[in-house]
């Protein structure tokens, strides 16, 4: 049996991770969203590519969960973007209510599902959306550290001039500029720490752009976020956990005491499967990486005490 994945909300992050989707083509996709027809036009233009692009899996695009029902993962994306000037924080409010009414509706349809979160601020929704399921933690994840990561395995690439693809580099902790932990004590390209390839100042400005990275881009397109590096990081999450693959990822889950952080949502090196977040991996960090590391936890505590119940 095909597996199915089901896309919450069609923006631009959601259309992107349709196609990235759709394109792999060992998945049913099925695009959903309030906007009536902005999930079948995107869908429907996408169907349209398959001649060319090659794939034959289906993709739907409905404003109804019935057509969403026994999904194997769930990929919210839903929620308002963040516009210029507005940190994740200031999306709270708003985006915790669209969070939790839509989980409830997964709930309802794909009981068995595994939920991933990239609605923002990120780390705070995950802890609403695990409220709103019901689910254990295990089946709630967040995508943070993926394109964080991701941004940062670039930004080394790019200072050095060597390919992407021998770049070894993790950003734990968390999804805002001040609590994301950028990796230095165990970065490398082709085995070689960076320390040993770039100067400090070098390094500190990398990780400094890291942590700058979805405001830099949000500056420059002023009318909206990233979306593309976004879709990309999603689908090799629900990759592994359709596929089982048991990839050693940087997530957002719930800590139980790993890295010195207890009951908060914090990006750390996690194995995806089947099951989820099928296990919390533990390494040494420098000192001041295990702090930022608690300081992230303690920054989405005091964040989810502050959203909205309802």
């Not at 700058?212 to 990081?233: D, M, N, R, Y």
């Not at 990822?249 to 009951?263: A, F, I, K, Q, R």
């Not at 960090?285 to 992230?296: D, K, P």
Request: charge should be negative; include cysteine.
């Amino acid at each position: 049996m095909r597996k199915k994945v089901t896309i919450v909300g069609a923006g631009m992050t959601g259309g992107a991770i349709a196609q990235v989707m759709a394109e792999r083509g060992y998945a049913d996709v099925v695009l959903l969203d309030i906007i009536e027809g902005m999930p079948q036009g995107k869908a429907l233009d996408i169907s349209e590519s398959a001649p060319w692009a090659g794939f034959s899996g289906s993709i739907t695009g409905t404003n109804d969960w019935v057509d969403s029902a026994g999904s194997d993962v769930v990929l919210v994306t839903s929620g308002v973007p963040r516009k210029p000037g507005m940190t994740r924080e200031d999306l709270l409010a708003t985006n915790a209510s669209i969070v939790r009414s839509v989980v409830g509706s997964v709930a309802e349809h794909s009981p068995d599902t595994i939920l991933i979160i990239l609605a923002n601020p990120m780390d705070a929704m995950c802890h609403v959306a695990l409220e709103a399921s019901g689910f254990p933690s295990t089946r709630v994840i967040g995508q943070g550290g993926m394109l964080d990561s991701s941004r940062y395995r670039t930004f080394i690439s790019m200072e050095l001039g060597v390919s992407v693809r021998d770049v070894n580099a993790w950003v734990l902790g968390g999804h805002t500029e001040a609590t994301m932990v950028p990796l230095v004590s165990n970065a490398s390209v082709g085995g070689v720490p960076i320390t040993a390839l770039m100067a400090q100042d070098r390094i500190d400005a990398v990780v400094n752009r890291t942590t700058k990275g979805g405001a830099e881009i949000v500056a420059l397109l002023k009318t909206g976020s990233a979306f593309v590096a976004p879709a990309w990081a999603i689908a090799e999450m629900a990759e592994a956990v359709l596929f089982d693959e048991k990839r050693v990822l940087p997530s957002c889950v719930l800590l139980g005491g790993e890295y010195g952080v207890n009951d908060a949502y914090v990006g750390a090196p996690v194995t995806l499967g089947a099951g989820g977040a099928e296990a919390i991996h533990e390494f040494e960090l420098s000192e001041s990486e295990a702090e930022g590391v608690r300081a992230a936890g303690a920054a989405v505590l005091e964040l989810v005490a502050e959203t909205p119940s309802s």
